[in-house]
């Protein structure tokens, strides 16, 4: 654990994770478009807590879709080897894993409307007792490493 | 092999006692209510109708409850309205264990409880009543006949290599608790914070059913007594609270007995209800041992399993006690008579680095320390009282520091940390089933990670977690739990 992995995920997934961001942001919006028909209807809300809802909204989303994908993607790497998958992840805590392959359960790809548009694929590996992820690799590779990880993990399992 | 045979007539009893004890917590507010309102006839009628149902279901799920016990398999049919077969093949089964509560014991009958090796109750078996007779007749079927045999394939594949080799007719090793540690256990065990909650509630619940002209002349009568009779007053609950804690634990745990067979430990105990738990050693995950703050000065600790998945063992709890309670010096004989895959030592145990110290204070006060904020803006004058919590929960971190730590003994590593009870794990690498290294930019900068290794445990798995660990002692960790070769 002293190297980080080798392999990062796929480049789009900064866009990937932008999108999902906006989309959020436009709830958001919602929100707040909300919190100024409440202050000009209702007395009792003030204007200033509008302002500062607006505020926030702004922020976050500023921060979600301009600032973290980036850092995110950056720190995104994994590594397959034969007997063990290593997986780096994280924003201000970095999080090295490591999930041997005799451990792996089973192996999962998954795909949601916006990764499916770059032709993205979530890797999903569970253990017995946890769940791990790759986000955001292109769906060839994602299927391939599917197939390669079920494949080394098929050596004989001691138990559980 | 044999006819489909019904259980015990005393099985309906037990049934219908049980459903009675389930449904009673949820009608509870019903019954308040009802009897707020003094509908007397409503409640009589709607308690008549529904014990009659939980009567006929009872007897009916008895009628179709059938079991058969066939060449290496037991068959079991139920259901009232949905028939349910099930067939477990002996090879399935994992553990069958016989316990009897009082209703047993009166008519002569046990339990039999089937576990197999899946996650999943539904899949288990229980027959809830059979003679003893019967239970045992089942027992040996199911489990000891072909025994042979498995051993034999398991020797094959390659499985055994400890030093157990079962010589023939060979004693199990086997300890018993002593009614005077039973005794020391029970007084140590602390337990006595939720008795006192129990008393909480029987009193707040029986409170609506005195009459308020009562009530207020108790309070008057309580008030009028002086300061210093309440306190003894306080201290004798406190002591009869402590003397029910010390018998629970006498009952609960009398004759508790543990025996190590090839392939799985065997447990007895209890007093009123018999209970015996079979814990196949394949289950096992970790092995561990727990000292609270009152026995950790006494040098007294208990010591439990972690097991993967399953209905073994005794309550709710996570852990399984495989000890209530020994001197902590006999603990390394105790595993290796009974488990000697497992070893404890804490000899060169690796402590944490200094640096670390200000991240355990730092996030032990930061409760107390708004506690005090707020304190200090509304009860200026009692702000005294969180600003002496805060000095005790640096005390705490500073033990909290100075207990964690880790060990790596050949093939397992030894997890020693304390939430306020010091827990001192052993769990071997092949139990492990992820790691993780995490670090913040502070930690980067100090060169210090936490560790996160997860094993399987009875519900969602256990995270052995080791904050602020010396990054090379976590990358030490990795190198040792790595599957990979080491050359590249």
């Known amino acids: 654990m002293r190297e980080q992995p080798s392999e990062r995920i796929a480049l789009d997934a900064m866009k990937a994770w932008k999108i999902s961001a906006h989309l959020v942001a436009i ?134 | 092999m044999s006819e489909p045979k019904r259980l015990h007539p005393a099985g309906m009893i037990l049934d219908i006692l049980l459903a009675i004890r389930h449904s009673i917590l949820g009608f509870l507010p019903v019954v308040a209510i009802a009897l707020a309102n003094s509908e007397w006839l409503i409640l009589g009628i709607g308690a008549a109708v529904f014990l009659g149902l939980i009567i006929v279901s009872g007897v009916l799920s008895w009628w179709r409850f059938t079991y058969q016990l066939e060449e290496d398999q037991i068959r079991i049919e139920k259901g009232i309205f949905i028939r349910k077969k099930r067939t477990i093949s002996k090879h399935r089964i994992q553990s069958i264990d016989l316990s009897q509560n009082i209703v047993h014991r009166m008519f002569g009958l046990t339990k039999v409880q089937i576990d197999t090796a899946g996650n999943d109750n539904d899949i288990d078996a229980a027959l809830s009543a059979v003679t003893m007779a019967d239970g045992k007749m089942i027992h040996d079927q199911l489990k000891y006949k072909k025994r042979v045999e498995m051993d034999e394939i398991k020797e094959e594949s390659g499985e055994i290599t400890e030093e157990v080799e079962a010589k023939p007719k060979k004693k199990y090793p086997s300890k018993k608790i002593t009614l005077q540690t039973l005794v020391a256990a029970g007084s140590t065990s602390g337990s006595f914070g939720i008795i006192l909650g129990l008393f909480g509630v029987f009193f707040s619940s029986i409170e609506s059913f005195i009459p308020d002209r009562y009530y207020t002349q108790a309070t008057e009568w309580l008030i009028s007594q002086a300061a210093q009779l309440l306190v003894i007053y306080g201290v004798i609950t406190l002591l009869i609270v402590w003397l029910i804690g010390i018998l629970q634990t006498v009952i609960q745990h009398w004759n508790f007995t543990i025996t190590r067979y090839d392939k799985e430990l065997f447990i007895t105990r209890g007093l009123l209800e018999k209970k015996q738990s079979t814990i196949p050693l394949k289950k096992i995950q970790a092995v561990g041992m727990k000292e609270s703050i009152v026995r950790q000065p006494l040098g007294l600790a208990s010591l439990y399993v972690e097991i993967a998945s399953g209905d073994i063992g005794q309550t709710q709890d996570t852990h399984t006690l495989i000890f209530p309670l020994m001197r902590k010096k006999h603990i390394t004989k105790f595993l290796q008579e009974i488990l000697p895959e497992y070893h404890y030592t804490t000899e060169g145990l690796v402590k944490l680095p200094t640096r670390a110290l200000p991240y355990y204070i730092v996030r032990s006060i930061i409760l107390p320390t708004i506690v005090t904020i707020v304190f200090a803006f509304t009860l200026t004058k009692f702000v005294w009282i969180p600003a002496l919590a805060i000095l005790l929960f640096v005390v705490y971190a500073y033990i909290q520091f100075k207990t964690t730590g880790y060990l790596i003994n050949g093939r397992e590593i030894i997890i020693q940390s304390r939430m306020l009870t010091k827990d001192t794990a052993i769990v071997p690498q092949n139990r492990i089933q992820s790691l993780q290294k995490k670090q913040h930019l502070l930690h980067r900068k100090q060169k210090l990670a936490t560790l996160d290794a997860s094993i399987l445990s009875k519900f969602m798995g256990r995270h052995f977690i080791v904050r602020e660990l010396r990054q090379e002692d976590v990358d030490r960790i990795a190198d040792w739990y790595s599957f990979r070769d080491k050359a590249e």
């Open chain 1, 27 to 160: 709830i958001l919006l919602l929100l707040t478009i909300g919190a100024f028909v409440a202050v000009y209807f209702l007395d009792f809300v003030p204007y200033w807590a509008a302002s500062i809802f607006a505020g926030l909204s702004i922020l976050i989303w500023i921060v979600s879709a301009f600032i973290i994908p980036k850092i995110r993607w950056r720190r995104w790497r994994y590594q397959v080897y034969d007997q063990e998958i290593y997986i780096q992840n994280g924003i201000l805590i970095v999080t090295r894993t490591l999930v041997p392959m005799i451990r792996v359960q089973h192996v999962d790809t998954q795909q949601g409307p916006i990764l499916k548009r770059y032709g993205l694929a979530t890797l999903q590996i569970s253990t017995a007792a946890t769940k791990h992820e790759i986000p955001a690799l292109l769906e060839e590779e994602a299927a391939a490493l599917r197939d390669q990880i079920s494949e080394l993990a098929r050596v004989e399992q001691d138990d559980v």
